[in-house]
């Protein structure tokens, strides 16, 4: 029979499961809300039993889906990076999951900066990557500071991906994607013993379990999980990725000289490497991609969610509508290039930006308001703010001026949005077909570890297919940087540049 391979994707807001056979195409997918919880603190948690159990359906309704069309080799796992999980010597979790965005570690970082005010750079040089209060080191640091008693409890610190392949196995591991990025060391792809160390966890680093290649095996299906899932009890589990780096594999992206944006809940532009690049210093994240490949990446942290946000704010009385996205985008078609003047900064999150510059007090804004601006106007000025703030990416990545942009997430799928970008970049824009790019790749992962493919460069040049393309007409070339230009002086404004 055809060996099928799963991609489990474990997003903040979303699991899906996704059924890829070799060739990558899609036989069934399956997805389930896990909602977080956002305290006025600025905790960010997911319940690990509710995310648990979604997984569970997922992958069970999307294997009973493809029966019939082949065989279930193995499965591969992508989450959402970074954050805190942690497991207890009874393998029960000790607290919530935290998510990315948790800022419970900014006390401590606030501190640390005030004895080391060249802390980040610090970080920086070793890591390649712009730290956010929700990393898992500092986060483990100020775990054991605020809750001593429950940390003497613990057995591991892991990922999201990895408490689900835990639950899976019963076998605690990292890979190399998540180690470098704790932070850790971007050259060696794994964990520094020196930010360890700087982080004063020397004394705790059995809290952090073995690393292993994405595409390895890192366990087998329990009969606990497979009574769970309607999996095969001692089916292969691959260690699988973090989401952004299984969204390049899934999407083609494993290439020298390729850039693939996340146009998702986050805004992510990126290059493929095949050294590790740290310039511009000081921004963006190094993520590291196998087989000693990198992903040079910068981050405006909120993308669709700026639109989730503004839809629910200004037209509540088509927010539940199941067509609200095309009214969305007729309404920003109604407005003309600039919105009529009004500006948005896209910097939607309690953990500020990253890129163009590190700002973690970076909010969210509208500039240039008057009474003549309705709805429309404003929802035209979250487009155009998403997009532009897109193009400040790209000018960071220093990518060849020909590469076009491979395009993945929600956003993607949004023809206006895609327009747009290929005229603010100057760069052609390519939505690859299909879907569940982050599934797909760790399908791939899950398929290579198999032996479906020599190597996950192969593996990601099979995921790669046709797909829609959008062209830089240059039209209304001057109203386009009117509105950027106008777009640079709030951003500047708002950041102190």
Known sequence: ?????????????????????????????????????????????????????????VIAEASAAAAGEGQIAGIGIAGAMVGAWVVGHDGNPVFPGMNWEDNRAQGLIDR?????????????????????????????????????????????????????RFKLTGELAADSSEAAVAPGDAVTQTRSDTLIELFGLTPHADLFPRVLPSAAIAGHVTAEAAAATGLPEGLPVATGSGDVIANVIGAGGLRPGAIT????????????????????????????????????????????????????LLCPDIAMQPDLFARLTAMAESQPVGAHGVVYLPYLSESGII????????????????????RESLIRSVFEGVVFSIADLCDLLSAPSDAPILLTGG????????????????????????????????????????????????????????????????DDAVAWRAARSRYAEARDRMLDL
């Open 112 to 164: 640390m900066t005030a004895a080391r005010p060249d802390l980040f750079s610090e970080i920086f040089k070793i890591s390649g990557a712009a730290m956010q209060q929700g990393c898992t080191l500092p986060l483990t640091a100020a775990l054991l500071e605020q809750e001593p008693a429950a940390m003497e409890r613990a057995r591991a610190v892991v990922s999201y991906k990895d408490w689900l």
């Open 261 to 312: 944006g996340l146009l998702g809940t986050t805004c992510i532009m990126g290059l493929c490497t095949d050294r590790p690049v740290f310039e511009p210093l000081d921004v963006g994240v190094l993520f590291s991609l196998p087989e000693r490949h990198w992903f040079r990446a910068m981050v405006n942290v909120a993308g669709t969610l700026n639109l989730d946000w503004a839809a629910d």
């Open 1 to 57: 029979m055809t060996d099928l391979f799963i991609g489990l994707d474990a997003g903040s807001s979303v699991c899906k499961a996704a059924v890829f056979d070799r060739t990558g195409r899609m036989i069934a997918v399956r997805s389930e809300r896990t909602p977080l919880a956002r305290s006025e603190t600025g905790r960010v948690e997911a319940d690990p039993a509710v995310a648990w159990r979604a997984a569970c359906r």
């Open 355 to 374: 890129a163009p510059v590190n700002d973690a007090a970076a909010r969210a804004s509208f500039a240039g308001l008057s009474p003549i601006h309705g």
């Open 411 to 474: 956003g993607g799928r949004n023809a206006i949005w895609c327009a747009m970008i290929a005229e603010v970049t100057g760069r052609q824009v390519i939505v690859p077909e299909g879907s569940e790019f982050g599934a797909k790749g760790a399908a791939f992962l899950a398929a290579t570890a198999l032996g479906s493919f020599a190597t996950v460069v192969e593996a990601s040049a099979v995921a790669a297919t046709g797909g829609q393309t959008y062209v830089p007409r240059g």
